[in-house]
């Protein structure tokens, strides 16, 4: 039994949900999003809550309770508030600009690098801090581990592209090694 899967989603005011032919539909004052659920899974809507159960007789169900109770959580949680991260720029030199829904950066390397954001994936640049935000979790991470994976942090001097609560770890280099 997963303990989480059993917890019921609220649905405020504003949001509806719909499932239809293994597809789940939320919609709210952020955008709509969908989502497919597969077999195991069964999902009732009923006067504001929104809730999975699974045939406890399949194979491997009670691992997909708890994944969809929590995907689709999101999906009610990114259509009402919506979802941010953060990334810093670190290094000399190292900028971002955004110019329409690109995204300008210059991390280094002898070239600038264009990065087209996704559609449904917006963004503002302040400084050293992109902020990045939109309605779907699993884009707006996978836009932010693309975003990081241009230059990731190096553990001596720092510079790369960094979520803002990371911690990089960091070595002392040479000059440690001969003392």
Known sequence: MSRLGK????????????????????????GELSREIKAPAIVEISEGLLKINVDLEAK???????????????????????????????????RAALSGNKLNLNLGYSH??????????????????ITLSGVSNELLGDTAY???????????????????DEIVRRKAGKTAAKK
């Open 7 to 30: 917890l019921p989603i609220n649905l405020s005011a504003g949001v509806s949900a719909k499932f239809e032919g293994g597809i789940l539909t939320v919609k709210g004052p952020k």
């Open 112 to 129: 600038p690098i264009e990065f087209q954001l996704p559609t449904g994936i917006t963004a503002v640049v302040e400084g050293n801090t």
């Open 60 to 94: 491997d169900a009670s691992a997909y309770w708890g994944l969809y109770r929590a995907l689709a959580n999101n999906m009610v949680i990114g259509v009402t508030t919506g979802f941010t991260k953060k990334l810093e720029i670190n290094g000399v030199g190292y």
């Open 146 to 164: 693309k975003i990081r994976k241009l230059r990731i942090p190096e553990p001596y001097k720092g510079k790369g592209v960094k979520y803002s």
